[in-house]
């Protein structure tokens, strides 16, 4: 079955401004926490996302600081504080960061941990 | 990293909350929302969304022939579910809009308003907050595919679509009768439907066009029409004979339009059957359990299992059972707990037959957590139960289990030879459902939401009524 334009439109929307992430989030935030009112609770988390994005206040939205710290000492498995250049691009490409054919400099040094959060905040934002 | 390589151990608490609080109905009417709408800015959007709380607000389009009874039902539905009533008339006569007033200078010129124009005003009405937050019931529209097709690309979706069909030739007699109220605009009918109030009686008018030669025309019409509408609404549509009482027919309707669809939401059964002794729900449960590869749960087979595998629970229950007592709550509990609290149970469900018996049992089952999302009720009579219990026999040579009405031996000397089980006979049976039916009263208060069902019919008619209570949603309570 051939996908139509309208199905391809809407394919792309929901790429566009990561919905699906973000309904995930929303769903699993409910079943974790189990308030006793639900709608009062997504509204109450959606108007602090809204005000996190406008005030550009880093949110705890997909990851927080410790997930970040922790992930980035799972890739670096020795020890250095550096991990390699493909091992970042992969990260940001799980992350849903960045996309497969866009070009990261490669700037020679290994990434450290601070250039790594870092990236990863900005583009945080960017969403 | 990776969340797939170890299995997910999810707390049973996580589903059962899903379940009653609907979070994935909530979840897929905020997706469809914003795929409809695709807004610049998701967030605000979804707040809005949220805060409307009208997903389940009632949105209704009713169809059928002239003559059908529409706008009668269409009138009473909306008495009853509080919702607002939009036909052409009443669109076109909209004061406030300029589009109104089009409409109606071309309603005047070609008695047909073009549909684009018809649909722009549906647009309008709905996106006022009374539709919003209310409903909304369609009376006659879409009737052409045109319109189906317009309406749903501006993102109008009813929830459900009632279709009225009588045959031809009754709606065309029926259509003579019609008169209408000049002041309410009420529908009334000279045989079926006569207003008992003198005062209503006098002016009742006769409409125009009734005549045999125009219902006639304009059924060709309709059905010419509604073949191409009908598979436009597939999943929400449901035919009602309009060949009724008018009452039968909006109490049908009524029901449909308060039933919710099947959702695709994931749904792990947790079923309890009851019922007195005889009504066959271990024969159930064991269908239930082939079938949608639930666990069995009998509370007496585990008992028994316990006691014959010497487990600790075994060494305790045992002096229970040598002296024909029942075993108490307490270590019944701990067993059922031991076995519900397995991997298996939590992941694919359970078939709980056995228990509660009391009060005291169900409460308890509730306070260690396991609530069933179905319960069932199978009532038999009291004499369908004799019959099937005081007529079972068992072949001590081979095993074999007969009935002597439903399943006779094929021999006279496996007959001479059959013995009967000395808690089949009938005193233990008639003190076995006093029991249960003393204890009836307060479980079926506890479990406010159960489905009773009919027992007394064969097996596979029993197994069908059940599966359809598990995998259609729960009916809504009326408040």
Avoid at chain 1, 5 to 11: M, P
């Amino acid at each position: 079955m051939e996908t139509s334009s309208r199905e391809l439109q809407a394919a792309e929307y929901l790429e566009k401004h990561q919905i699906k992430e973000l309904v995930s989030y929303l769903t699993s935030a409910l079943l974790f926490f189990r308030p006793e009112k639900p709608k009062e609770y997504l509204i109450s988390l959606l108007e602090r996302l809204r005000i996190a994005k406008v005030t550009g206040v880093a949110f705890p939205f997909f990851m927080d600081n410790s997930n970040i710290v922790a992930m980035f000492e799972m890739m670096d498995s020795s020890g250095r504080g550096t991990i390699s250049f493909v091992q970042y691009k992969e990260a940001l490409k799980t992350l849903g960061l960045c996309t497969e054919d866009e070009d990261l400099q490669d700037d020679g040094h290994k990434i450290t941990l601070d250039k790594f959060k870092e990236e990863v905040n900005k583009r945080m934002k960017e969403i | 990293m990776d969340a797939a390589t170890a299995p997910h151990r999810i707390p049973p608490e996580m589903p059962q909350y899903g379940e009653e609080n609907h979070i994935f109905e909530l979840m897929q009417n905020m997706l469809e929302q914003l795929l409809i709408h695709q807004p610049e800015d998701p967030i605000p959007f979804m707040i809005q969304h949220l805060h409307r709380d009208n997903d389940n607000v009632p949105r209704i389009v009713i169809l059928g022939p002239p003559a059908s009874g529409k706008t009668t039902i269409a009138m009473w539905l909306c008495k009853h579910l509080n919702s607002s009533l939009l036909t052409l008339e009443n669109l076109i006569l909209n004061e406030f809009s300029y589009t109104a007033t089009e409409a109606r200078r071309l309603y005047l010129q070609r008695k047909t308003v073009p549909s684009a124009l018809l649909v722009q005003l549906i647009q309008e009405r709905l996106a006022e907050e009374d539709c919003i937050k209310q409903g909304w019931i369609l009376d006659g529209i879409p009737e052409t595919r045109e319109q189906a097709l317009r309406i749903q690309t501006l993102g109008i979706t009813p929830r459900h679509v009632i279709v009225l069909s009588a045959p031809d030739t009754v709606l065309i007699e029926r259509n003579l009768g019609k008169r209408i109220d000049p002041q309410t605009g009420e529908i009334y009918h000279t045989t079926f439907d006569w207003p008992p109030e003198s005062e209503i009686q006098n002016r009742l008018m006769v409409p125009e066009d009734i005549s045999e030669l125009e219902t006639a025309q304009k059924l060709l019409e309709y059905h010419r029409n509604i073949v191409r509408v009908i598979p436009s609404y597939p999943k929400i549509l449901k035919v009602i004979s309009a060949d009724q009482p008018c009452v039968d027919v909006f109490y049908q309707a009524l029901t449909y339009v308060q039933s919710n669809h099947r959702t695709n939401a994931p749904f792990t059964p947790r079923v309890l059957l009851l019922g007195p002794v005889g009504s066959g729900k271990s024969l159930q449960a064991a269908l239930l359990a082939q079938k949608y590869r639930l666990v069995n749960v009998c509370c007496g087979q585990l008992l028994k299992e316990a006691v014959a595998d010497r487990t600790t629970f075994g060494e305790l229950i045992q002096p229970f059972f040598e002296k024909e007592m029942a075993v108490p709550d307490s270590l019944l509990m701990k067993v059922l707990s031991q076995r519900l609290d397995q991997q298996d149970c939590i992941q694919k469900g359970w078939v709980l037959h056995g228990v509660p018996r009391d009060l005291d049992q169900a409460h308890l089952l509730n306070s260690l957590g396991y609530n069933p999302n179905r319960v069932f009720f199978l009532n038999v009579p009291f004499d369908s139960i004799m019959e099937r219990l005081t007529l079972r026999r068992i072949d001590p040579v081979t095993g074999e289990r007969y009935h002597l009405m439903y399943k006779p031996p094929p021999t006279m000397e496996i007959q001479a030879r059959l013995l009967q089980n000395p808690k089949d006979a009938e005193e233990q049976v008639k003190l076995k459902m006093d029991l249960f039916y003393r204890n009836s009263a307060d479980l079926e208060q506890l479990y406010g939401s159960a489905i009773t069902l009919n027992g007394d019919q064969d097996p596979y008619t029993v197994f069908e009524y059940i599966e359809s209570g598990i995998i259609n949603p729960l009916p809504k309570k009326i408040p």
